[in-house]
């Protein structure tokens, strides 16, 4: 998907029933120019942490640096084996909670059932927050006040040089639908601000899946609400050894569960069939090769052992596709081999 303007809006699709649940009552009076925001809308930023105390603090320090204020900060412990309350020692008017370790998913929601606040942003504690993110989405609701959820670009922020290089910003297209169904537009969740009660009426995260548990929401509320984006890079990712994301094989295989549970209502429209084909063939094709191209920088180091395995869960999840990336350039050897061959020696 190709770069669009900032501030673009994404509705759903009419023609289904639950686009047409999502917009009934709107009116002409709807068109106008939407009330502005209380003054001091109320945002709870919401960081869930497992082991990763180390980072911690400068994800505190991202949040107390917004030009728009949080108005909660609350940090939920899920069953660490590090110490985040030595941590939130020198940063009062946190709220810490402690739950045993139950996931991401079980996290976040401890996090935003805790929160009052109208709107709520989920940061984990490895990211962080660029110092206009709280008020350039605000700024996105007050504009578009029907939207369940709004978000932002982002950056890569590499640990081990601090060099930040912001990704393509993605929008899902005149059709929201099917642009997530093609994949995660959003890329990143701490771009993101959501209505509490959005979370609240769809029953938040799915504690059950062990990754994709954002994705899986945005795909839920891409059904019944719109949306609305903006091209301004508002968090950074940052890159280390230990993201969650340098797992494919789980990744790929958490992401293709969200996709197929979509399968019901993508019945409803062509095109979201299609969108859904396109989508699960885009996610093998991603994961596999990232996981290859990898693979190949690190032929013959130690990090070359890590991701041998990580090819072995690939292919439990998309075996052809593994098989093919393996097959492929052996394939292409032989030929050349036997091409080699058949020419037989030059002569002078």
Known sequence: MRLQ??????????????????????SAAAAEKPALLPARARVAVVIPTYNYARFLGAALESVYAQTAPAAEIIVVDDGSSDDPAA???????????????????????????????EYVVFLDADDRLRPDALALNLEQFDRHPECGLVYGAFANLKLATGLAEPVEFETPGVDPVAGFLRGNCIGMHGTVMYRREVLEELGGFDARLRACEDYDFYLRAVFRYPLACRSEVLADYVRHDHNMSLDAGMMLRAALRVLRRCEPLAREKAEWRQALRDGRAGLIETYVTDWANAYLWAFGSWEQFGLSWQGVKLARVAPLSVAGVIVDPILTGLVRRVRHRLAGPKTG
Do not use: K, Y
Request: cysteine-free; overall charge positive; aromatic content about 6%.
């Open 5 to 26: 303007r900032s501030g673009a809006i994404a509705r759903p699709a009419r023609g289904s029933a639950v686009a047409d649940l999502a917009w009934q009552g709107e």
């Open 87 to 117: 941590v939130l020692a020198g940063h009062p008017g946190v709220q810490f909670l402690r739950q045993r370790h139950a996931g991401l998913g079980a996290a976040r929601n401890t996090g935003w059932r805790a929160a009052t606040s």
